[in-house]
């Protein structure tokens, strides 16, 4: 290989590490504006529903199953930030455990918020909700 070509692939290499790393901000970014955005709309709309003076357990009730939905939504971006950073940088013990960590971590969320939101949890679905998948 001449040393242009050497060059070349270097370039390119740190082209792409530089752009996986910005791509990896932008969606994290984007997590934390829809957790932001989730709980303004939820603290929004449980306010609009206590001045409307519906029920207290049902206002308590939507308002975590938005705020739930919003913090899972945002998670999911910023473990897709979390992921494409780690796959770009350099991989090394400690990158991938903490990587691995937040995975676990995220997971355990998820299907915590899937109690909250559908009130089952994901293993146990209903024939109603089967139906509703397919």
């Known amino acids: 290989m001449t040393s242009i070509t050497t060059f070349a692939i270097i370039s390119l290499m740190l082209d792409f590490a530089s752009f996986a790393q910005t791509a990896g901000r ?3 970014a984007i997590g934390v504006i829809v957790i932001l955005g989730g709980v303004s709309f939820a603290t929004l709309a449980a ?4 001045v409307s003076r519906q029920g207290v357990h049902h206002t308590y009730r939507s308002y975590r199953q938005n705020m739930a939905r919003s913090i899972l939504i945002g998670l999911e971006f910023l473990v897709a930030g979390d992921i494409i950073r780690s796959v770009a940088g350099n991989l090394n013990l400690d990158s ?3 990587l691995a960590i937040i995975v676990v971590i995220r997971s355990f969320l998820g299907m915590e918020f899937e109690m909250e939101i559908e ?4 293993w146990r679905r209903t ?8």
């Open 26 to 28: 932008l969606l994290d």
């Open 127 to 134: 024939k109603r909700t089967r139906k509703r998948v397919e």
């Open 96 to 98: 991938v455990l903490i």
């Open 119 to 122: 009130g089952h949890w994901p």
């Open 47 to 50: 306010l609009i529903t206590i």
